[in-house]
């Protein structure tokens, strides 16, 4: 069984970043992750597209495509836009997307339909693929219910969007490691990229710290599973700068 491991790794000389962590996929970030600033070219964008290396673009975390306020909405759909165009350049397989959430007194329901307006007429070659998240109590992304709202919904309206399980994210969720994959699968078909994990605190806390493979409160044994059964590229974001990150590769590795 031949699967890809990698790194989240810095925009600056990302390839260079692959090679230092013995990466075979990234994933990068287009723009700071906490700013609504569009992507800068670089001058690296050729370079990138046919290095033959696969690439996943984490989008900046401000974006609430679920949000009821529709100022939110606007300036999600804006860079939501200008994420993909920049992705494109790039030749990236996918664009990741937290879930997000309503606000306020917001249900499910309306971060679906918030969903709904910000892919209305947004057209890219590269898929945008959503992500399960950690906290909130209405999150689209987190819990089941949500996801089986989400999805069916977004592909009837002729949206192609795909999904990425985040582990730390699944375990602080209250998702159960048990049947998390299977139960996932049986909602969005495929898994497209797998962001691999571990967590600082216990299961069900919502909080969403990420720690290094081992050291946290997710099972080893879970972690593997989600390696072996999921079909789909690895990406770890976990602290520790390069080196710490090349452990994190090795771990997997190892128990492969």
């Known amino acids: 069984m ?25 994933q990068i970030n287009l723009s700071a992750p906490q700013s609504w600033r ?19 673009v984490h989008s900046p975390y401000l974006l609430n495509p679920a949000s009821i306020n529709p100022e939110q909405r606007s300036k999600t759909k ?3 836009i200008a994420q993909l165009k920049a992705a494109e350049l790039v030749g990236a397989r ?9 606000t306020g007194e917001g249900t499910l329901q309306d971060g679906v339909n918030g969903w709904l307006e910000v892919l209305s007429g947004v057209k890219s070659s590269v898929r945008v693929l959503i992500e ?23 592909r009837g309206a002729g949206f192609d969007v795909g999904f990425v399980l985040d582990t730390c994210h699944s375990h602080a969720g ?4 048990e049947s998390v994959i299977k139960d996932v699968l049986g909602i969005v078909g495929v898994i497209d990229l797998v962001h691999l994990n571990d967590s600082k605190d216990p299961a069900g806390s919502g909080r969403d710290r990420h720690q290094n493979l081992g050291f946290g409160e ?36 190892e128990r492969l």
């Open 78 to 80: 804006r860079a939501l």
């Open 2 to 26: 031949s699967i890809l491991l990698g790194s989240h790794v810095d925009r600056e000389k990302p390839l260079e970043g692959a090679a230092i962590r013995g990466a075979d996929v990234i």
């Open 94 to 102: 996918g664009l990741v997307v937290h879930g997000g959430h309503p």
């Open 132 to 154: 399960n998240t950690a906290g909130g109590s209405a999150a689209v992304a987190r819990r089941l219910d949500g996801l089986a709202l989400l999805f069916p919904t977004l």
């Open 38 to 56: 569009d992507p800068v070219l670089r001058g690296d964008e050729e370079l990138l597209r046919g290095s033959g290396l696969p690439i996943f």
């Open 218 to 253: 997710v099972r080893g044994e879970f972690l593997m599973s989600v390696v072996r059964e999921c079909n789909a590229p690895i990406v770890v974001e976990t602290p520790g700068g390069f080196e710490a990150q090349r452990d994190d590769i090795t771990w997997v590795r």
């Open 174 to 177: 209250g998702l159960a490691s």
